[in-house]
């Protein structure tokens, strides 16, 4: 059950990603999230050579996947996470979601972390 | 050989190596393109919208919207100025009165980026939102400016061509000039109090 419905979150993910090149290798996804949905979206991409590239996605266009995503984890009383951050290479297949429950300023785009946050974000599995 | 491989196109690759803002220009004006369909009598728009340019310094926006309404459908925008508070001689006082009862007129690009604002690039906005949240988005905005960065928005809004949104979704890009790199966010309002938006204030941006 878990595992379908993190695949449809991926799957959500990448089907809905803008603006990066088509052969993209990796991608970071930071969703803000509250009981009425994404309300916020920081996409990145990485190409081949592990350059972070533009790239962006649209909360509504996710918000079903992440609904159901959160659904299968929380209860209606339960407090949700602030933030998810949602990693995938596209060559091993490998992913990894991380809730953030309290600080909605940890994935932040602020100046202070604009020349470092790709890096913060990119995913890193062994 | 049709006029699209002959002229448009030529044209649409030496505006891709122009400047971001002139490059969004090119990626409407293709986009529009995509949407007309060639008739007998020449060549009829699908799309039924029309579109308002606002230019103030070096900030531009084009505002797309309904003409049976005349209300927005979307609007994009490049800012690398900030201007401030500065007198309000628009019709957003009165545009806020065709939403609810309380509701401000709220300017989709933010009036200390564009001055006043043309009638479909203003909106009926939640006092506490165009107060609140969006207020905070735009100050944010701001302080990227002042560091250095430029903005690019896209607002869109929903329904299309409302008399009062239900919801805004706003898609912007910050690009440091200095190095090309961009970052987008893109967050989402409903026309509803208590909306958040968690402003990253001038003192904590560092680095420039």
Redesign the interface.
Known sequence: MTEDVTVGLIRSVVEHLR?APEDWASLAVVL?V?R?????????AYDADGE?V???????EVDPAVKTYLDSFFGEGDALPVQLLVQFDRASGRYEVTFEDED??RW?????T??T??ETLRPRFD | MSIGKSVIRPLKDALDDMPVHIRQLAEMFRKHAQKQRRNNDGIADVDKFDGVHTVRGDNIKTTIFDPKTNRPISERGHIREDFGSSHRGDNATEIGRTGRSGDDGGHLGGHRFFGDTPDQGIAPQAANLNRGAWRKMENEWA??VA?G?HVDYEIRVYPPGSTRPDKF?V?Y??T?PATG????????F?NEPDQ?F?R?YKK?????
């Open positions: 603006k803000d509250s009425s949905g994404v309300r916020g979206a920081l996409a990145i972070s533009p790239a962006a996605i649209s909360p509504s909605p300023n932040r785009l602020t100046p202070k604009f020349d946050l790709d | 302080d990227w560091t960065r979704e898609e890009t910050v440091d790199k961009q970052m987008t966010f893109t967050p989402v409903d958040v968690d990253i904590d941006m560092q680095g420039k």
